[in-house]
Structures are given as structure tokens and as C-alpha cells.
T-cell receptor, first 115, second 111 residues
């Protein structure tokens, strides 16, 4: 149980374009999801907390207009990287709060490469 | 959340027990110790958590010192598939509470 999926697993896009990453909780409802970014050889950095039906809460230093988060249903949150630049190339990982709201379950990650 | 300190890396032999230490000297009374691991290019995987008692599940054992200032994750029989970065995190087990990842320990299991 408590499976989280992400789509796509990897994406390559041109500089200046936007790309959307989906995070789904497959067998449970998640009122809260989290988005992380991870650069090579570094740890995960929390970008934002996504709550179903309300605006996301962004961590300090994360541009909300660049990283658009939508949590329109209890099983789906999306992260859109707008006007992507090469420095946005990273591994993006989502997690969802489990059924008891205490534990986080992670997706497999999405590798974004901006050329 | 309390800060944790872990060795940057460690090697262990396949089939032997791997003991991963974590220091969390400023842990508060209501903070739990969590362990996650991340295999290369995958999302983190939950391993185990505990408050003050030792815990065991099918993946690992967690030994927490009596003063709770440090803990050890034990992988009883390490396999090559256990090669990963292991993160020790302390946090209040409250609804919606964030996880803060430190540097973790890069564990390499060698044949």
C-alpha cells in the first residue's frame, strides 16, 4: 500500500519552454503532498508543500511563479516548471502524506534536463 | 527539527551486518528518529522509525541510546542492493510535518 507515482520519469525540454510533472497517490488519498529538488551529489531540498484545494506553501528562496503547483484532487499534484532554464535541470521528487497523515511516501522521481 | 550528524560514507561487506550511526544530541522529547534510504536515481524509501524503544522490522533494526542523543541503524545481512545513501532524520511526528534531509551516509556494500 501507499504507492506514489510520478510522470514522466525523465524529460528533456528546450530552454524557455514549460514542463509539467505529475505526482499521484495510487491507493490512498493525500490531502498533502510535498515537492523536493535534488541536484547531483546533494541531498533533497524541500521546495513546497501542496495542500488539496488551497495554495501551495513555498520554502524560502523558491519562486512560486516559476514553480507552479496545483493540487486539484486528493490523488494528484502537479509541478510546472515555467520558462525552464538549464539551471533548472535537476531530479524532482514528490511525496504524499500517508493515510494516517504522519508518514511521507515518496515517488520515484523525475529527471528534468533543460537544453 | 533537531539537527543530525552522520558519517559521510562507509563501506561494508556483503553478508555482514552494517551499523550506521547517527548523532542527534539536541533531540527534543517529542521528536522521533526516522531512517530513509535513497538508492541511486530513485525516490527515498522509508526504513524505520522510533521514539525511545528499540525497533525492528523486516528491513532493519533501530537502536536508540537511553539518553536518545544517538542511534544506530542496523542492516543485519547487507546485500549489494543495500548500497544507497541513508538519511537519519529527527522530527516531531505531527500531521503534515516536514522532513528535513541532511547529507546522509553513502553506504557501499562490497562483495
Amino acid at each position: 500500500g501507499a504507492v506514489v507515482s510520478q510522470h514522466p520519469s525523465r524529460v528533456i525540454c528546450k530552454s524557455g519552454t514549460s514542463v509539467k510533472i505529475e505526482c499521484r497517490s495510487l491507493d490512498f488519498q493525500a490531502t498533502t503532498m510535498f515537492w523536493y529538488r535534488q541536484f547531483p551529489k546533494q541531498s533533497l531540498m524541500l521546495m513546497a508543500t501542496s495542500n488539496e484545494g488551497s495554495k501551495a506553501t513555498y520554502e524560502q528562496g523558491v519562486e512560486k511563479d516559476k514553480f507552479l503547483i496545483n493540487h486539484a484532487s486528493l490523488t494528484l499534484s502537479t509541478l510546472t516548471v515555467t520558462s525552464a532554464h538549464p539551471e533548472d535541470s535537476s531530479f524532482y521528487i514528490c511525496s504524499a502524506l500517508g493515510p494516517e497523515h504522519y508518514e511521507q511516501y515518496f515517488g520515484p522521481g523525475t529527471r528534468l534536463t533543460v537544453t | 527539527d533537531a539537527k543530525t550528524t552522520q558519517p559521510t560514507s562507509m563501506d561494508c561487506a556483503e553478508g555482514r551486518a552494517a551499523n550506521l550511526p547517527c548523532n542527534h544530541s539536541t533531540i527534543s522529547g517529542n521528536e522521533y528518529v526516522y531512517w530513509y534510504r535513497q538508492i541511486h536515481s530513485q525516490g527515498p524509501q522509508y526504513i524505520i522509525h522510533g521514539l525511545k524503544n528499540n525497533e525492528t522490522n523486516e528491513m532493519a533494526s533501530l537502536i536508540i541510546t537511553e539518553d536518545r542523543k544517538s542511534s544506530t541503524l542496523i542492516l543485519p545481512h547487507a546485500t549489494l542492493r543495500d548500497t544507497a545513501v541513508y538519511y537519519c532524520i529527527v522530527r516531531v511526528r505531527a500531521a503534515g510535518n516536514k522532513l528535513t534531509f541532511g547529507g546522509g551516509t553513502r553506504v557501499l556494500v562490497k562483495p
